[in-house]
Nanobody, 120 residues
Framework: QVQLVESGGGLVQPGGSLRLSCAAS????????MGWYRQAPGKQRELVAV???????NYADSVKGRFTISRDNAKNTVYLKMNNMKPEDTAVYYC??????????????WGQGTQVTVSS
């Protein structure tokens, strides 16, 4: 089983910054895509940013230029640095990873979610 644990959420004022982290544990052989999603109350979960295993990054239009996704494969960790935050960024943020585990084979795992609130 591959487990993901997120950290770094909280309350921030508009214009402020936060950094989210998500660490994977388990018998991981290879990590492919590592991404962040978010879900605001009454809305569907949406992609925020993804780091593609073969290289490259994709961002939602709403966060381009403000958010940066990065990864540390040696630590099985993905990060999301959020700058110039806006109230509409308020949501529960979830990390997602897929790849190959020694015991499971292909896996696609989700974290438990971390609340991010942007408010003055």
């Amino acid at each position: 089983q591959v487990q993901l644990v997120e950290s770094g959420g909280g309350l921030v004022q508009p214009g402020g910054s936060l950094r989210l982290s998500c660490a994977a544990s388990g018998s991981i052989f290879r990590l492919d895509d590592m991404g962040w999603y978010r879900q605001a109350p009454g809305k569907q979960r949406e992609l925020v940013a993804v780091s593609i295993g073969g290289g490259g990054r994709n961002y939602a239009d709403s966060v381009k230029g403000r958010f940066t996704i990065s990864r540390d494969n040696a630590k099985n960790t993905v990060y999301l640095k959020m700058n110039n935050m806006k109230p509409e960024d308020t949501a529960v943020y979830y990390c997602n990873m897929n790849g190959l585990a020694l015991d499971l084979g292909d896996f696609d795992s989700w974290g438990q979610g971390t609340q991010v609130t942007v408010s003055s």
